[in-house]
């Protein structure tokens, strides 16, 4: 490469070099709430903007979201409830800066996406309907198609982005983060799944590129999250150097209809907003077994909620609880949830008639790529906002609906910031090229190349096709070369075998799902570990170290491709989800230790934040109170203070 570079660790993944490149002032990466807001916000500004997304455009993890979205919208309510609702649901673990920023934008940010044209449900009357999920003291949760709020949320982003004609490359995996000589942002490579307009490994050049990538509920055999939700926007930041900050903190959804022991991938969910309009959780006998539990019962914290089907389950010795609500009535049911109960009916379940198998399954990534409240990540001109990213407001536990608008908030200011960020360049711009002009008025044009210099710099660079972005001046400046030698790029990291994605899954299951244990973490790391190392091995050239097993004891290395990078991204999120989870001696919010049941705010009212250093090594820190503090870029790692996180290690604080 030819003034880029792979970014600071030097690791990346296992692919062939970039075949072709197009230029930007800013990519997305993902298409749901976060990601089309923030593209949207930056290409009505005028930046070039490139929307890249791994499956088609409405694909993404915001059109299964059902219950609805949070605001203060509702006579009576204010900011300032939904913030301490926000505070408890959190566990003592939210930035409250950053939660007072999303209930007090939030009104406003779910008004401008009613204006591009998201139609919610409203009363008789035209007001927007509103319901209570868990953990609100309000009806503040709109709701759009009764139970289908994402999917007119993605449906109105969608079609604004068409109308918008913003330039998109879809069914593409990101793969890595690219920077320039001085360690910023310059894009990203990726990968074209044969539908898309390119084909094969490509770069995105851009100085400023968006993670909104969504979760990585997959690392788990069952879960509510599509198939793409495989930790690849984490994975990314991880290796670019970016910090990540409190990934023990999965939310389990309690609510997931089961459909059997074995049952694994996406499982249907089954709206928190059904208990919002009376269902009860009750067991085999029809006993409701929340009342008394929780001053709100059915409607207390997700945690709490998952926690006490998890511990009526175990009492029973059974794998499920039931969700009744047969006092709806067919109408009901058809009207205000439509596709629950088509899921439902579709798996030989009648809720109309019947109670609803449930049990909780992985849902929410409370964690994520540590960010600021511009978005801004440790890696400068790298930002996150939505499920990939950890902004502070959800803490150990996020509030039922505060998802879909903490992405549609934190993105409007990604994209305020980017365009300042640009606006500044473009200044400095000109007044580098005013003070060339008056340089050169001193100096005699003979062949005119002093006048044109500043001029063939930006004709150097094609503007993306279609949108209204037309400034790509700053991605000019960055020079990328797609076709370079393979052998001057850093040392990849070992891919795993796609065989062994369902390993990862039931390692994560068994030893890190809704309960935890010190015994059953290390277990899991230790495993996890197996799993890294044999990669290593199997990826270790002739003559190295690794190398020397016999043929019959080294592992056949994975070839490049979509599925094995996705099982590598997968286990690395896996292992820093695990070593910090094993880290965190305490239960907190949707962290729950069997063996440190209690909250222990003393020393664990804090922030765990990883890095990976260059040598592959993962390092904790925790912060010293509850509150992120400035996003810095990342220093260089002291290596020899930074060991590997083995299975029976607890690294320094």
Not at 91 to 97: H, R
Request: hydrophobic share 40%.
């Amino acid at each position: 490469m030819t003034g880029i570079r792979h970014h600071a660790t030097g690791i990346r993944l296992t692919a062939p070099a970039p075949g072709w490149s197009i230029d930007a002032d800013v990519v997305v990466v993902g298409s749901g709430v976060a990601g089309l807001t923030a593209a949207l916000r930056c290409a009505a500004a005028g930046l070039a903007t490139v929307v890249v997304t791994k499956a088609r455009l409405d694909d993404g993890s915001t059109r299964w979201a059902q219950g609805g979205i949070a605001a203060a919208l509702g006579e009576g309510d204010t900011p300032e409830q939904h913030l301490d609702d926000t505070l408890v649901a959190g566990a003592g673990l939210c930035d409250e800066d950053a939660v007072r920023t999303l209930v007090t934008e939030g009104p406003d940010a779910v008004r401008r996406l009613i204006g591009t044209g998201a139609r919610f449900d409203t009363t008789d009357g035209g007001e927007i309907a509103l319901t209570r999920e868990g953990g609100h003291h309000r009806s503040r949760i709109a709701h759009a198609g009764g139970d289908a709020t994402g999917a007119e949320i993605s449906r109105a982003l969608v079609a604004a982005v068409r109308e918008a004609a913003l330039r998109t490359i879809e069914n593409a995996l990101v793969l890595d983060l690219l920077t320039d000589a001085d360690g910023r942002t310059a894009g990203v490579t990726l990968h074209v799944m044969g539908e898309g307009r390119h084909d094969g490994v490509g770069a995105v050049r851009a100085p400023a590129v968006v993670l909104a990538t969504g979760g990585m509920g997959q690392v788990f055999s069952a879960t509510t999250n599509p198939a793409v939700s495989t930790g690849d926007g984490v994975a990314l930041a991880l290796r670019a150097g970016a910090e990540v900050s409190d990934l023990e903190f999965v939310q389990f959804h309690p609510t997931v209809l089961y459909l059997g022991a074995d049952s694994e991938g996406q499982q249907p969910l089954v709206s928190e907003a059904v208990r919002g309009e009376g269902a009860h959780l009750v067991d085999a006998s029809g006993t409701r077994f929340m009342v008394g539990q929780h001053e709100l019962a059915e409607l207390a914290p997700r945690d709490i909620v998952a926690k006490a089907i998890t511990r009526r389950m175990e009492l029973h010795g059974t794998e499920h609880m039931y969700l009744d609500a047969r006092h709806f009535g067919a109408d009901m049911w058809e009207r205000r949830f439509p596709t629950i109960l088509a899921a439902c009916r579709a798996h030989g379940i009648d809720p109309v008639t019947e109670p609803i198998p449930v049990a909780p399954a992985a849902h929410y990534a409370s964690g994520g790529v540590h960010t600021d409240l511009r978005g801004r990540t440790t890696v400068p001109g790298l930002y996150a906002c939505g499920e990939v990213a950890c902004t502070g407001v959800h803490g150990a536990n996020r509030l039922a609906s505060n998802s879909l608008l903490e992405g549609l908030v934190f993105a409007e200011r990604i994209a305020a910031d980017i365009v300042e960020q640009a606006n500044d360049a473009e200044h400095m711009n000109g007044a580098e090229q005013a003070n060339d002009a008056e340089r050169a008025d001193g100096v005699e044009q003979t062949n005119g190349v002093a006048q044109t210099d500043s001029a063939a710099r930006a004709d150097d660079v094609e503007p993306a096709a279609g949108g209204t972005g037309t400034r790509t001046s700053a991605a000019a400046d960055r020079p990328l070369s797609a076709t370079a030698d393979p052998a001057a790029l850093p040392a990849p990291s070992p891919l795993l075998d796609p065989e062994q994605r369902g390993t990862v899954q039931r390692i994560m299951t068994r030893g890190a799902g809704v309960l935890r244990s010190a015994e059953s973490l290390a277990a899991a790391a230790e495993a996890l570990e197996a799993l890294h190392d044999g990669a290593v091995r199997a990826a270790a050239p002739d003559g190295a170290p690794d190398a020397d097993a016999p043929d019959a004891d080294r592992p056949k290395p994975a070839e490049p491709g979509v599925e094995a990078w996705e099982a590598t991204n997968l286990l690395l999120v896996s292992r820093v989800l695990v070593a910090a989870a094993r880290r965190r001696e305490e239960t907190r919010g949707c962290h729950w230790r069997e063996d440190r049941p209690e909250r222990d705010d003393e020393n664990w009212r804090r922030h765990l934040v990883v890095r990976l250093t260059p040598e592959r090594r993962l390092v904790l820190r925790r912060t010293e109170t509850a509150a992120f503090g400035p996003v810095r870029p990342a220093q260089a790692p002291d290596c020899a203070a930074a060991p590997p996180i083995h299975p029976d290690d607890h690294p320094d604080d």
